[in-house]
């Protein structure tokens, strides 16, 4: 701008590998510096209060950015695909870090967070798949939907007691996962067994899915199992969902791919969207009595499904419930064929309207 504060735009053909922002600069604009190629090191002093939008996405020549102590946002998508970014230390005075500020730093190995910082946002660390370990200070009070998504290194996380909410998926595919301590003064979350709850521990929020252990049984005072809990745990065979647990979430223990046994508690009413999707060891399920309603998608794609067990309280099975269940032979319906003809049964269920139908008379159930 005229007075030259407000830094627009970087010539991003130059071939010099430094830069520093000049003093008078207090503002770096959304996408200033965004696809230079060259840059490996940025430095922004202290007269910078704020970094713009995608202000250094793709600048995938980026090894190292120095952030001055007066920047108190850094923007969405600020260093979006900086995938040689190897470390970053953002200072106390940074307020905010935008929805995928650092989303596929592949590189980023180290972060240090101020002690100013109050929220993460949507994705800001997603797909970080270098980072082992991040310490989130207690000033930080939320963590944003997917904040860090597929970071496939990250082994432990620990939530301090000033964070009151936590974002759908937010430590979704992180494969090495192991462990995620809470804080005991945390009012609003609580860790068992390395394992994310609510603070009254009946909903169980995210299974640590790097964990090498085959069998789970959900604690007995656990009433729910949040969206995506257990969502691409590779190790897990056996899951006991307790007769306390009464609702399973969207996508709870979807891309469980070696998951061969689940046994279902007789208070669950209703099975989530792709609860079960993608499962492709399942080879059978008993949806108990109590379930009123099969989500969509439910168990699309257990390729090897051969039998399913439905229990006379479902009224109706979604979309693509059985999708894609390619070896699904017999259905045993806990109720009369009337009943059966009674249950609403959404569109692409052929596998399932097509298997053998024993109806509770045949069984002798």
Do not use: M
Request: charged share 15%; aromatic share 10%; glycine share 8%.
């Amino acid at each position: 701008t005229k007075d030259k504060t407000t830094f627009i735009q970087y010539a991003i053909g130059k071939t010099a590998t430094e830069f520093t922002i000049p003093d008078s600069i207090t503002s770096i604009g959304n996408h200033a510096f965004r696809s230079c190629t060259s840059l490996t090191s940025v430095t922004i002093g202290n007269s910078v209060t704020s970094i713009g939008e995608a202000a250094f996405s793709y600048c995938d020549s980026l090894t190292s950015v120095t952030i001055g102590n007066s920047v108190t946002g850094i923007g969405n998508e600020a260093f979006f695909l900086c995938d040689s970014l190897t470390s970053i230390v953002i200072p106390d005075s940074v307020t905010s870090i935008g929805d995928e500020a650092f989303y596929g730093c592949t590189s980023l190995t180290s972060v240090t967070i101020g002690n100013g910082v109050t929220s993460i946002g949507d994705e800001a660390f997603a797909s970080c798949d270098s980072l082992t370990s991040i310490d989130i200070p207690d000033s930080v009070t939320s963590i944003g939907d997917e904040a860090f998504y597929d970071c496939d290194s990250l082994t432990s996380i620990v939530i301090p007691d000033s964070v009151t909410v936590i974002g759908n998926e937010a430590f979704y595919d992180c494969d090495s996962l192991t462990s995620i301590t809470v804080d005991e003064n945390n009012t609003a979350f609580a860790s068992i067994d390395g394992n994310l709850y609510n603070k009254d521990k009946t909903t169980l929020i995210q299974y640590a899915i790097g964990k090498t252990a085959t069998e789970f049984t959900i604690p007995d005072d656990v009433t729910s199992i949040g969206s995506s809990a257990f969502e691409s745990c590779d190790s897990l065979t056996s899951i006991v969902i307790p007769d306390s647990v009464t609702s399973i979430g969207e996508d709870a223990f979807a891309w469980c791919d070696s998951l061969t046994s689940v046994t279902i508690g007789n208070s669950v009413t209703s099975i989530g969207d792709e609860a079960f999707a993608w499962c492709y060891s399942l080879t059978s399920v008993t949806i108990p009595d109590s379930v009123t309603s099969i989500g969509s998608s439910a168990f699309s794609s257990c390729y090897s499904l051969t039998s399913v067990t439905i229990g006379n309280g479902v009224t109706s099975i979604g979309d693509y419930a059985f999708f894609d269940c390619d070896s699904l032979t017999d259905v045993y319906y806990s109720g009369t064929e009337e009943q059966w003809n009674g249950i609403s049964i959404g569109s692409e269920n052929r596998k399932l309207t097509s298997a053998n139908i024993h109806f509770s008379a045949d069984t002798g159930s």
